[in-house]
């Protein structure tokens, strides 16, 4: 045998022996995921997405999310499994436009893992088909329209919400109107937008449930100013209560205005967490002083310490009522990667899309800076049944606006809870 083919059987046979003291190779993975996998390199990043609205009028909502979502990335070094969590976001607005544009872009990234957002029900009614075909996990943090989690309405699978359902707030504001307050009769105004039409429509209904009658039900349209019109309508009657649960800059044009109108003397001003907003009660002026808002309402420990956080990273106090709510979806998808996120030696992660469904749908007594969340179904009787309402109802209060507020400080205090 000549030196050449000797040289190289012995290197073949060292190789061999290399191969055999290491064991067997391990077998490439192979997904049986129902709708796939994502797979993520040793040097590759958990990718999460945002969809919030960060223009506009709005803009108070997504940057009171994002900064939740910034921290509760913070709050586990900026990593998971041992790969960087990196974040980008898409302005989905606060309508369907921004919602179907933002979801088209997030849906064509094959590496994104979930997505935080909406933070307004019309931009997820939009955006929940895209989201959902493309085997992704959304789970919002201020989407609040019921028929969003409600089988055989807007629902698609992979969608889910850490805040209260309207189901709730609109009872929760109706029984606050009737009993605390003494109202016998009430008006609405909304916008036309799913989250404010869903709204009113819960509080009228369990107003008249409790014995109150609702002398006028009207809207609005987004972008109108001039509210002294439908003022006047409701002036016709007088009543207790005038509820508006939209948004800035048309509510504050509604609190701006009421003084204006003759008839309204003896009505009580009552918003919801759309008007939740530091900005509110200087844009609305003098007249915001005893108006009553419903929105999130979180205490505890846990939460005073996210708030430290809060003024650390950004200063002064988050501006709006939803960013513990962005924690904690953040950490429940998050969490979610954690439990079925299959690691090669090298560190690859295989995420089953299925999977992450599955686990954050199974999940139950998950303690939240928000309070205990559940995400399994729910029967809501004649309604229907529920799929990703992670709330249990209790992180929400009423607040009052007073002259404190138009001079700057916020929050405002809650002046009544549930089961109070």
Request: with cysteine.
């Amino acid at each position: 045998m000549s030196k050449r083919l000797l040289a190289i059987f012995a290197v073949l046979m060292i190789a061999s022996m290399v191969l055999s003291a290491c064991g067997p190779s391990a077998p490439a993975f192979e997904c049986t995921d129902a709708i796939g996998c994502l797979d993520i390199a040793p040097d590759e990043s958990v990718h999460l997405a945002s969809m919030l609205t960060i223009s506009g009028a709005t803009a108070f909502l997504g940057e009171d999310s994002k900064g939740g979502i910034e921290i509760a990335i913070d709050d586990r070094g900026g990593e998971i499994l041992g790969h960087e969590i990196i974040l980008t976001g898409e302005d989905s607005g606060c309508n369907a436009e921004g919602g179907q544009t933002a979801a088209t872009k997030v849906a064509s990234d094959p590496t994104i893992v979930g997505v935080i957002g909406t933070n307004c029900s019309s931009a997820a009614t939009a955006a929940i088909d895209t989201i959902s075909d493309a085997g992704l996990v959304m789970i919002s943090s201020s989407n609040t329209a019921p028929a969003l989690t409600i089988e055989g309405e807007t629902w698609k699978p992979g969608y889910y919400r850490v805040c209260h359902t309207d189901l709730f707030q609109g009872a929760v504001a109706a029984e606050f109107a009737y009993n605390e307050l003494g109202a016998r009769t009430t008006a609405t105004i909304h916008d036309g937008s799913p989250y404010a039409d869903q709204l009113q429509a819960v509080y009228s209904k369990r107003f008249v449930e409790l014995g109150g009658e609702v002398t006028f039900e009207g809207a609005i349209n987004v972008g109108d100013t001039d509210m002294r019109t439908i003022l006047t309508t409701v002036a016709a009657d007088s009543p207790d209560v005038l509820y508006f649960p939209i948004f800035e800059p048309e509510g504050d044009f509604i609190v701006a205005q009421f003084s204006e109108v003759s008839g309204l003397e003896n009505t009580t001003l009552m918003g919801a967490d759309g008007l939740l907003a530091d900005s509110f009660p200087e844009n609305s002026g003098p007249n915001v002083v005893g108006t009553y808002l419903s929105g999130p309402y979180v205490v505890g420990e846990a939460y005073d310490a996210f708030l430290d956080k809060w003024e650390a990273k950004y200063g002064g106090v988050p501006p709006s009522g939803f960013h513990a709510f962005a924690y904690d979806g953040t950490n429940i998808i998050l969490d979610a990667v954690e439990a079925v996120a299959i690691v090669d030696e090298d560190g690859t992660l295989h995420i089953g899309r299925q999977a992450l469904r599955d686990s954050m749908s199974s999940l139950a007594n998950y303690q939240g800076l928000t309070g205990a969340l559940d995400c399994t179904d729910k029967d809501f009787g004649e309604i229907g049944t529920s799929h990703g309402d992670c709330a249990t109802g209790g992180a929400l209060g009423i607040f009052e606006i007073g002259q404190a507020e138009l001079d700057g400080n916020w929050p405002p205090p809650a002046v009544y809870t549930p089961g109070e």
